[in-house]
C-alpha cells in the first residue's frame, strides 16, 4: 500500500487549517496540468554537469522524498535518462536518513555503498549516508548551510566533476 494521500485529501487537508473551503472547482484547479517549467528550475550547471558525468559513464540515480511523478517531471525537463534509478519515498514508504531509502539506488544500480557518492542539500541527510558507508558531499550552492562537521560540502554540481 502507498504512503502517498491521495491529491484531494491531501488539498482537503491544508485547505482545512487556513479555514478554507475545498470546492469542487478549487479541488479541480489544483489537480490541473501545470507546465512543468512553471514549477521546476534547472540551476544552470545542471544539464552540462549530468552530461559530462554520463560522457564519463558515471552511473547516477535519484534519491528523493518526493511524490511518484519526479522521474515524469525529470522527463519533461529533459534530464532524466541521465538517471538508471529512483528511490522515491512515496514508493518506498519510507523518508531520507531511513537507510532503505540509500540501499534502494545503490542496489538498483548494482553497486556496493562503498562505491557510491550520495549528494543532498541537507548535510545531516549526508551524514547519515556517509554512516551507511556511502561517500557523501552536501550541495550549499548559496553558501547557506549549517555546516555539520565532518561532513564535505561544494558549491556547485561542477565541482563533482573534479571527484570523477
Known sequence: MSSTPDYDD???????NPGIEATSKL???LRREVPVDRVLELYPDVRK???ELSRRQVRMAVVSDAWRDLPGLHAALGIHHFFEAYAISAELGCKKPDPRMYHHASTA???LPKQCLFIDDDPE?????????YAGR?????RALPHVA???SIA???ELLELF
Do not use: F, K, N, S
Open 156 to 158: 556547485t554540481l561542477t
Open 10 to 16: 491531501y488539498h482537503r487537508v491544508v485547505l482545512r
Open 150 to 152: 565532518p561532513v564535505p
Open 49 to 51: 554537469t549530468l552530461e
Open 138 to 142: 552536501a550541495i550549499d550552492q548559496d
Open 27 to 29: 479541488l479541480a484547479d
Open 109 to 111: 544500480l548494482g553497486l
Open 125 to 133: 541527510l549526508v551524514q547519515a549516508a556517509i554512516d551507511l558507508g
